[in-house]
């Protein structure tokens, strides 16, 4: 059974949209691609977001395979700018208390968690480890399908998964989570 090594996307600028990593977010990519060179990895899938995907580049390269595009490993919701802050982020609480709300830009926590989870077992069976590059807001929804809510955590519901973090995975078994012990 294939270990999933699932990692938080470096820091991204703070802007709407599909914004790019800052110069601190290259630096930790490559300080777990670095990490990740040593695991036997095999393959690197990625969020289809720029700051998942130049998370995964270098990552990729360390490794010398490809970077394969997954929407399922995309967040819950994604602010773009067209709706106010503060409604986007009134829409991403409610989401992640009522896990079966639905907004309007994005997931459910509960779709969100099934979705990741989807991927996961689709690549359980590959050959050695595999690296998944994603979002917070959908690694704590899986987490939180797999381990109950009072085994997740608090800080990652209060205040989101760090920057390259990762969760450690085979199959549904969650072994680590959100570790920074790379930087």
């Not at 090594?5 to 802007?15: C, K, T």
């Not at 977001?49 to 970077?67: C, K, N, S």
């Not at 050695?128 to 109950?148: F, K």
């Amino acid at each position: 059974m294939a270990v999933v090594y699932l990692v938080q996307h470096a820091e991204r600028q703070s802007e709407p949209g599909d914004p790019e990593l800052t110069e601190l977010g290259r630096e930790q990519a490559s300080r777990t691609a670095e990490m990740l060179s040593h695991h036997g990895v095999r393959a690197v899938f990625s969020s289809p977001l720029r700051r998942a995907l130049q998370t995964a580049r270098p990552i990729a390269d360390a490794l010398g395979v490809e970077v394969v595009e997954d929407r399922r490993l995309a967040e819950r919701m994604n602010w773009d700018g067209r709706q106010p802050l503060a409604e986007f982020l009134a829409d991403w609480d409610r989401a992640t208390r009522v896990r079966d709300f639905a907004p309007r830009t994005g997931d459910s926590s509960h779709r969100a968690a099934a979705r990741l989870i989807a991927f996961v077992q689709s690549v359980v069976d590959m050959p050695g480890p595999v690296v998944a590059v994603s979002h917070g807001g959908v690694t704590t929804d899986m987490l939180r399908t797999l381990l109950g809510d009072d085994q997740v955590p608090r800080v990652l519901l209060e205040q989101g998964v760090p920057s390259c973090a990762i969760t450690t995975l085979e199959g549904s078994r969650v072994l680590r989570v959100a570790a920074v012990d790379h930087f």
